[in-house]
């Protein structure tokens, strides 16, 4: 018997009947749809191994199934039905994937390979485009077009998967997008992540510009989840200017509810901080910052800011990076300055564009 008893998706292009995309789905899931077309259940579990422990790259690798079974796979079913469009190998070794959904919109996901650690971290997007229009992010530059499903959220992970046949090991939810206003899909991506994937809650952190009301919902989901915070100024006049989000939801609310957070899960949260030359970097926004989150338990990650196009922008000097995070010390012990990625590529935070321009 054919398997065609699984709702098939529809080609938003073509208009023609997809082939059933079985990235994504849960165990319980791939054991309606193996049941639905008349074959034993333990194949379900084949099935999870071959899409989440050990990506195969088609059913053909999956040598422990029957042949029968792997042509009827063929001719009913794919992997995923997401599609690399465009990819590019920065000199660091970062990869910037452009993926295409069958509705033909397109979003950028992000591999980044360190030389001295074994973590290999994706950078995941949630959005196509956003809302939100932070003045220094390319992403919010584009027209923000539609929220991504869990499963497309997940399939990010998979095709990476597929394509080096390497297991991601950390994730970031830091691509296009903003997380918590797609907060339903994306926790349940995060759920999918954790059980399917087997990527600890630990190795998992989501950043967000400042939703208030859903940082308070997301302390509920697992108190091993990271949550980072995009801050970038340390008063509300400034930030205002920075990121449109500050007008509704303020500062002191913001930071009332990571104290909330950390109060909940007993974890430090990341405060996340672009520093950008002459605007937000001096000596005098250092000392504001240790004064506002003087009572949060955090740890926080100063960001060099990334050129993006259309902005005026510049990175500070190595010096006025070292002078700000000598204050910024006097707060916390634990400062990072996040290392330049995948520049070279437009991979770096903040240069997420996620068009079809220029690709052949
Ligand atoms: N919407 C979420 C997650 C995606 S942005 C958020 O804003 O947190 C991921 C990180 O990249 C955020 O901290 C964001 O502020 C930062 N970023 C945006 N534009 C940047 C730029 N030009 N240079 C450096 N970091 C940037
Ligand atoms: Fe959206 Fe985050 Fe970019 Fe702001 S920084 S525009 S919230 S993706």
Same mark, same amino acid.
């Given at each position: 018997?054919?398997?065609?008893?699984?709702?098939?998706?529809?080609?938003?292009?073509?208009?023609?009947?997809?082939?059933?995309?079985?990235?994504?789905?849960?165990?319980?899931?791939?054991?309606?749809?193996?049941?639905?077309?008349?074959?034993?259940?333990?194949?379900?579990?084949?099935?999870?191994?071959?899409?989440?422990?050990?990506?195969?790259?088609?059913?053909?690798?999956?040598?422990?199934?029957?042949?029968?079974?792997?042509?009827?796979l063929n001719?009913?079913?794919?992997?995923?039905?997401?599609?690399?469009?465009?990819?590019?190998?920065?000199?660091?070794?970062?990869?910037?994937?452009?993926?295409?959904?069958?509705?033909?919109?397109?979003?950028?996901?992000?591999?980044?390979?360190?030389?001295?650690?074994?973590?290999?971290?994706?950078?995941?997007?949630?959005?196509?485009?956003?809302?939100?229009?932070?003045?220094?992010?390319?992403?919010?530059?584009?027209?923000?077009?539609?929220?991504?499903?869990?499963?497309?959220?997940?399939?990010?992970?998979?095709?990476?998967?597929?394509?080096?046949?390497?297991?991601?090991?950390?994730?970031?939810?830091?691509?296009?997008?903003?997380?918590?206003?797609?907060?339903?899909?994306?926790?349940?991506?995060?759920?999918?992540?954790?059980?399917?994937?087997?990527?600890?809650?630990?190795r998992i952190?989501?950043?967000?510009?400042?939703?208030?009301?859903?940082?308070?919902?997301?302390?509920?989901?697992?108190?091993?989840?990271?949550?980072?915070?995009?801050?970038?100024?340390?008063?509300?006049?400034?930030?205002?200017?920075?990121?449109?989000? #500050?007008? *509704?939801? /303020?500062?002191? &609310?913001?930071?009332?509810?990571? =104290? $909330?957070? %950390?109060?909940?899960?007993?974890?430090? +949260?990341?405060?996340?901080?672009?520093?950008?030359?002459?605007?937000?970097?001096?000596?005098?926004?250092?000392?504001?910052?240790?004064?506002?989150?003087?009572?949060?338990?955090?740890?926080?990650?100063?960001?060099?800011?990334?050129?993006?196009?259309?902005? #005026?922008? *510049?990175? /500070?000097?190595? &010096?006025?990076?070292?002078?700000? =995070? $000598?204050? %910024?010390?006097?707060?916390?012990?634990? +400062?990072?300055v996040r290392?330049?990625?995948?520049?070279?590529?437009?991979?770096?935070?903040?240069?997420?564009?996620?068009?079809?321009?220029?690709?052949?």
């Amino acid at each position: 018997m054919a398997l065609t008893a699984y709702p098939r998706e529809m080609d938003g292009i073509s208009g023609s009947l997809l082939k059933t995309a079985l990235s994504g789905m849960t165990l319980a899931e791939l054991e309606e749809f193996i049941v639905n077309n008349n074959e034993p259940k333990f194949r379900a579990r084949q099935l999870h191994y071959w899409l989440y422990r050990r990506p195969a790259v088609n059913f053909d690798d999956m040598s422990n199934l029957s042949k029968d079974f792997r042509a009827k796979l063929n001719e009913t079913a794919v992997i995923t039905n997401t599609k690399i469009r465009q990819k590019l190998l920065g000199k660091d070794g970062t990869i910037k994937y452009l993926l295409e959904y069958p509705d033909g919109n397109v979003v950028e996901t992000v591999l980044m390979r360190y030389e001295k650690r074994p973590n290999l971290t994706a950078c995941l997007s949630t959005q196509i485009g956003c809302k939100i229009g932070c003045v220094f992010c390319a992403t919010g530059k584009n027209k923000f077009i539609r929220d991504l499903t869990a499963r497309e959220i997940v399939d990010q992970i998979i095709i990476i998967q597929k394509d080096t046949g390497q297991t991601i090991t950390n994730l970031v939810f830091m691509g296009q997008g903003e997380p918590l206003l797609n907060y339903d899909e994306t926790v349940k991506a995060i759920k999918i992540i954790n059980t399917e994937l087997e990527i600890g809650m630990r190795r998992i952190t989501v950043s967000t510009c400042g939703i208030v009301p859903n940082i308070y919902r997301l302390s509920g989901v697992n108190r091993q989840l990271n949550l980072a915070l995009s801050l970038h100024a340390p008063e509300h006049e400034l930030r205002k200017r920075l990121m449109p989000i #500050e007008n *509704k939801y /303020p500062l002191d &609310e913001v930071i009332k509810a990571l =104290k $909330e957070f %950390v109060k909940k899960t007993k974890r430090r +949260v990341t405060i996340e901080y672009i520093l950008i030359d002459g605007i937000n970097d001096g000596i005098e926004h250092a000392k504001k910052l240790n004064g506002l989150l003087k009572d949060l338990k955090y740890n926080i990650n100063l960001i060099p800011y990334n050129p993006v196009e259309g902005c #005026e922008f *510049k990175k /500070p000097s190595g &010096e006025r990076v070292s002078k700000f =995070k $000598e204050i %910024v010390e006097m707060g916390t012990k634990k +400062v990072t300055v996040r290392l330049e990625r995948g520049t070279d590529i437009s991979a770096g935070c903040g240069q997420l564009a996620g068009t079809l321009e220029n690709v052949k």
